[in-house]
């Protein structure tokens, strides 16, 4: 494949739903993933990497759900360069519109030598049996080879030469460890370009890592040498410091277009909202000081500024906010707001629900409305992301009441429904150290286990005392995590609520493992 200044294009490969993943902190559960699949298919990326399928069953299960819903986007699913891993692939991607297998080997000495305990020619061989075996399956096939840059170059581009000849389409150079400065990246990725045999019949990638902050830069710098597909991550999540981040290595090339005279796929306009979306399933929040999508890459504090905006925009803005989808202020939402003004709000934010969801999130709204005066954009957007990516309701809560005071003590009763049990109630009261831990206990003895609370984070969705509370926790429960967010006016109850959908995720997917297994 020609490089991309004479295509003009850049793939964008997005590893939100693997590398991102598998980032501490960031676990998805299914509901989620798929959720965050459609929005990376509607934000226009051209693959989505789903997962790693040979990892465990439920990334198995989430590969393969997502195979069966995308259509726009090629899908493919991480596998180390093994049969087994393979088969575990091909098992979640059969069923996709476009599939792709992605094989990695390590070929730097390091990892050659400790990790895989391997020469370099047996790791040739391997790289180039695993390639063709995948070929059986998939005509899409993708090699990385992990810790390339600091690989010897001659090595990386005989492994490439190689798996190019065994039918792999695109070769991935990744900067696993995120060592690279952007110079010595982009001459590293000419030279692979000028020394490997039949690069031009292959796609040629790039993988960045964020541990000196240079992730961004350096997929740049690899687009001005000639790659063709860069991998990122909304966000930048990812291992350690994460991964080059998506809105940035495409609005960097897009709003330079002058330097590069590449672009993307991305339609910018949806930027915005998938940062959102991803924020709020993984409960990783944006810094706010962010490039393009923190809460301060368009405000102007400076008086100095604020005048030079006023008078004309560009005097300190390279990019309109409108351009990355942060919406416009436009009209309050109140209590006598209709369905139609409601809409219309959702459209502007870039927010897309089918009818089921609308209804439950407009009555959600009403009721939002009576207690607060003014419903905020953030609090909108908190309710649909709370309709939409949820985990099916094992657990319903029909009833909570706490009590404490300094001399008290804290306790906390809670009332909860099962789903299979419309009419009955389970009710349980516990004493904690404070209301929350009260009541978090009281819900761990009606469902009768008792995750460890891994972290719980209170914050208010916009400022001022009649803010809406959101908490976020994550549990945990024989090694495996969860993540669960409420929103209430009352904090107390924004507790319950996250703590709930966390126990909510974790019911669904136990649930779905007994069925695997049933
Ligand atoms: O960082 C890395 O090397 C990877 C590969 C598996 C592509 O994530
Ligand atoms: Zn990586």
Known sequence: MSDSRQTGTVRVFDTTLRDGEQAPGCSMNPQEKIEVARQLETLGVDIIEAGFPASSPGDLASVKAIAGIVRKCTVAGLCRSLEDDIDAGWEALAGAVSPRIHIFLATSPI??????????????????????????????????????FRSD??????????????????????????YAMPDEFAARIRYVREHTPRIEKACLSVHCHNDLGL??????????????????????????AGNASLEEVVMGIRVRKDCFGVDTR????KIYGTSRLVSQVTGVKVQPNKAIVGDNAFLHEAGIHQHGVLVRRETYEIMTSESVGIPRTGMILGKHSGRHAFEDRLEDLGLQVDRDTLELVFAQFKDLADKKKVVSDRDIEALVM??????????????????TGSALGASGTIRLRHKDERLKTRVSTMKGDGPIDASFKAINRIIGKDPKLELYELGAITGGSASQGETMVKIAWKGRHWNGRGVSTDVLESSIKAYLSAVNAMEWE???GAEKRG
């Open 111 to 148: 990892h050659m030598e400790f990790k895989l305990k391997m020469t370099p020619e047996q790791v040739l061989e391997q790289a180039v049996s695993s390639v063709r075996y995948a070929k059986k399956f998939c005509a899409d096939v993708e090699f990385s080879a992990e810790d390339a």
């Open 153 to 178: 170059p001659g090595f990386v581009c005989r492994v490439f030469g190689a798996v190019i000849k065994a039918g792999a389409l695109t070769v991935n150079f990744p900067d696993t460890v995120g």
């Open 215 to 240: 992730a961004t830069a350096n997929t740049i710098a690899a687009i001005s040498a000639g790659a063709n597909q860069v991998e990122c991550t909304v966000n930048g999540i990812g291992e350690r």
């Open 266 to 269: 991305i339609d910018s306009t």
């Open 386 to 403: 709370g309709a939409s990516a949820a985990a099916p309701e094992t657990w319903k809560l029909d009833h909570w009441a706490v009590n």
């Open 510 to 512: 136990l649930s779905l």
